[in-house]
């Protein structure tokens, strides 16, 4: 190999394993079955270096499926001095008649790919970015199993036929009304008792997690994208670090289109001579960061306003934020009434909205000091 050729390794990661294949960047180079090796650090540290001596003179290109080993991998042999490729399973082209699948053909089939360039990395977040994002992650696991414990809880007064009488549920005084209840059975009793005890023992664990989010993001170095963004309508502060800590350096994206793409909020489409047909969205991408802003969608069914809470969460920040952020309410209430009136469903409309939120959400962070590279970016336009 010349001093300037390259050298294609590629992972079929595992826990216990990987399977690795390589292939020379010469004309007529066929793929070459390396063979199976522990998943430990150390191991692939050894790869690495046997790779090193034996191919001096080459550039050595590491690939690998995204999955639940993480990205520590990645890691390691950028820590090294190589480039290294993350790829998602659901982009690697697959021929139809492809009916064998093994680990040796998978890792020979990632080296083919990577050389003809018919791979996309995917974005690989930093680490304290990652441990945030598992911390937002928690505390979403916490929210639904508290969901769930209340959702037993009140289908077993339903079917002894027990009706609170009050108006808020889940308040203190309800909490109250509950430990009051006699049911008529003991095993029954010990079943109210035991789901009133979960529900406390959860919303106390949610309440913890909620404090130590609000605590990280605070400290983290994308607090002030995270702090701008929620001066829009809609994004509270566990809505705007859910987002962030999804989707990451929004700035990596020069265009929103890009990033409504991303998230998998543009419809599909399938078009062929003269006919285009556009279909449901896509649903490709991070899924959770596409819930929240869904969610946050909702509140622009009524009118523009700013409310006494919105306007604490603008308090400090600049004006063309704020000025953004009002644009950003006065279209998108226009346009979810617009669309109502022309009879779509809700949820088309709720999508719609979400569309272009992100599309702000964008260029806020742009306005905003997102990036350490270059601290004084600055883009002033809004997205149509």
């Not at 003179?57 to 480039?83: D, K, Q």
């Not at 607090?223 to 800590?245: D, H, S, T, W, Y």
């Not at 272009?356 to 809004?382: H, Q």
Request: charged share 25%.
């Amino acid at each position: 190999m010349n001093k300037h050729s390259i050298l294609f390794i590629g992972l079929d990661t595992h826990r216990e394993f990987h399977e690795i294949a390589y292939l020379e960047d010469h004309r007529g180079a066929q793929p070459v079955h390396y063979g199976r090796i522990p998943s430990a650090k150390a191991a692939v540290e050894k790869l690495v270096r046997q790779f090193e001596s034996k191919y001096p003179h080459a550039t050595l290109h590491f690939v690998y499926e995204a999955g639940p080993c993480g990205y520590w991998i990645y890691r390691l042999i950028t820590s090294l001095g190589h480039c290294c490729y993350v790829v998602a399973p659901s982009l690697i082209p697959k021929k139809p008649g492809e009916r064998v699948k093994t680990d040796k053909r998978d890792a020979i089939k990632l080296v083919k790919l990577l050389k003809s360039e018919d791979l996309t990395p995917i974005y690989v977040p930093e680490p304290e970015d990652e441990a945030v994002r598992d911390l937002s992650r928690a505390r979403e696991t916490a929210m639904k199993d508290l969901k769930d414990a209340k959702y037993q809880l009140k289908t077993l007064l339903l079917r002894n036929n027990i009706n609170y009488s009050g108006t808020a549920n889940w308040s203190l005084k309800h909490l109250r009304w509950l430990t009051e209840l006699v049911l008529p059975h003991p095993a029954q009793q010990i079943v109210l008792q035991e789901y009133i005890q979960t529900i406390n023992e959860r919303i106390n664990r949610l309440r913890r997690r909620d404090n130590e989010l609000e605590y990280q993001v605070r400290n983290r170095r994308y607090f002030p994208v995270v702090k701008a963004i929620q001066a829009m309508r809609g994004v509270r502060l566990l809505v705007a670090a859910g987002v962030i800590a999804e989707l990451g350096d929004l700035t990596r994206f020069d265009h929103p289109r890009k990033l409504m793409s991303y998230v998998g909020l543009v419809p599909s489409e399938h078009s062929s001579g003269g006919k285009r047909h556009l279909g449901a969205i896509t649903k490709c991408g991070n899924g959770r960061a596409r819930r929240l802003l869904v969610e946050g969608a909702h509140s622009y069914r009524y009118q523009a306003a700013v409310a006494t809470e919105l306007q604490k969460r603008q308090e400090g920040l600049p004006k063309q934020i704020v000025d953004m952020a009002w644009l950003a309410q006065l279209r998108l209430c226009r346009r979810y009434q617009r669309l109502m009136h022309k009879g779509k469903h809700y949820n088309v409309v709720v999508t719609a909205i979400a569309r272009e939120m992100i599309a702000y959400i964008w260029a806020i962070a742009r306005e905003t000091v997102l990036s350490p590279v270059n601290p004084k970016l600055r883009i002033a336009r809004v997205p149509a």
